[in-house]
């Protein structure tokens, strides 16, 4: 499937003619998706996303909490901070909003925008939409540009696998003490969960 959609876009858009896969929706970086986890019930998956947030996002002296009454919906506004030389911090912010039901949930990211604060300067914020513009530019401009979307790609798809592995593989059913000795181990803090943990800002609305 992810073929496919890769396939597409490069049939369709001249930005993925340099190999990068960022996902883009109407010109802007836009993730979206359906997770099917059979075995659980709605409630199940809602409890098990609000902590794999918590968990993913670790480390945040504040995280921000709203159940709503029905259990279907998480929105979150989240930041993770990107390479970039010391004299600039620049961060990718964006909002992610999961929709659960029975047996799945549906994921989207979108607002997605850059924060470049100089420091001891001005801070600017720089748009999706002109990301991708800046893909369109020749010379070190469009190579800059590529560079920092596939980062932020990278780091999308880091998170979403991060979520789906802790929503779904958690403690299913009938799980030996090997497996789930797995799936914990895989959620030690390794080089990228611990980038999240101590560089991601994130309050669930």
Do not use: W
């Not at 030389?85 to 909003?97: G, H």
């Not at 798809?157 to 059913?173: C, S, T």
């Amino acid at each position: 499937m992810r073929l496919t959609t890769y396939i597409l876009f490069l049939s369709l858009s001249p930005l993925f003619s340099k190999g990068q896969t960022v996902h883009l929706d109407s010109n802007r970086i836009v993730y979206k998706g359906t997770v099917n986890i059979d075995h659980l019930s709605k409630d199940e998956i809602y409890t098990r996303a609000r902590n794999a947030i918590a968990s993913t996002m670790k480390g945040e002296k504040q995280t921000i909490i709203y159940e709503d009454s029905s259990n279907t919906m998480i929105t979150a506004k989240g930041s993770i901070k990107l390479s970039s030389p010391y004299p600039i911090i620049k961060k990718v912010e964006y909002i992610l909003e999961l929709s659960i039901g029975d047996g799945k949930y549906k994921y989207r990211i979108d607002s997605v925008q850059i924060k470049q604060v100089e420091r001891g300067g001005k801070t600017s914020i720089i748009s999706s939409q002109k990301l991708v513009e800046g893909m369109d530019e020749s010379g070190p401009v469009s190579a800059n540009t590529e560079k920092q979307v596939n980062e932020i790609d990278m780091v999308f798809q880091k998170l979403l696998d991060l979520l789906k592995e802790h929503i779904g593989e958690a403690n299913r059913p009938n799980d030996s003490p090997e497996a789930k000795s797995s799936v914990s181990m895989s959620f030690q803090p390794y080089y990228f969960c611990k980038q999240l943990c101590s560089l991601t800002h994130i309050a669930i609305l």
